[in-house]
C-alpha cells in the first residue's frame, strides 16, 4: 500500500469516526488507528477495512465524504498524527461515552478526548 493511500483511509478513518471531536480526539483517533497498524503489522487501510473493527465501515451505505470542510480537516489531522508522537500512550482502542463495550472491562484505561474513551491491551 502506497502512502497516499494510508493517508486516504487514515483521513475517511478519522472524518467518519471523529469529525466532530475537538482536534484532540481526533488525533487520538488517528493515532489509534496508526497504533493498531504498526501493533499487526498491517497496512493503514487493512486495519481501518478490517471487519468489525470501526462502526463506518459496516454501518455506512457509503464511504464517501459529504461535509467537505470536514473532510479537509480530517486529512490535516492524518498528517498532523503521522509527524508527532503518540500522546495516548499507545492506545490501540476507543469507544464512544454513551456505550460501554464487553472489551472494555478487560483493557487498560489511558483517557479521554472528547467523547471517546481511549484503551491498551
Not at 471531536?21 to 481526533?26: A, K, M, S
Not at 464512544?96 to 472489551?103: C, S
Request: no cysteine; hydrophobic share 40%; proline share 4%.
Amino acid at each position: 500500500m502506497s502512502f497516499l493511500e494510508g493517508l486516504l483511509w487514515l483521513t475517511l478513518n478519522v472524518y467518519h469516526e471523529a469529525r466532530s471531536e475537538p482536534e484532540i480526539g481526533q488525533m487520538a483517533v488517528a493515532h489509534v488507528t496508526l497504533n493498531r497498524a504498526i501493533a499487526k503489522q498491517k497496512s493503514v487501510g487493512e486495519i481501518v477495512t478490517a471487519p468489525y473493527q470501526f462502526s463506518w465501515t459496516f454501518q455506512k451505505q457509503s464511504y464517501l465524504p459529504t461535509e467537505f470542510k470536514a473532510l479537509q480537516q480530517s486529512a490535516s489531522i492524518a498528517l498532523k498524527a503521522l509527524t508527532t508522537p503518540d500522546f495516548t500512550q499507545g492506545a490501540t482502542f476507543y469507544h464512544h461515552t454513551r456505550v460501554h463495550p464487553h472489551w472494555a472491562d478487560d483493557m487498560t484505561f489511558i483517557a479521554q478526548y472528547g467523547s471517546h474513551k481511549f484503551y491498551s491491551n
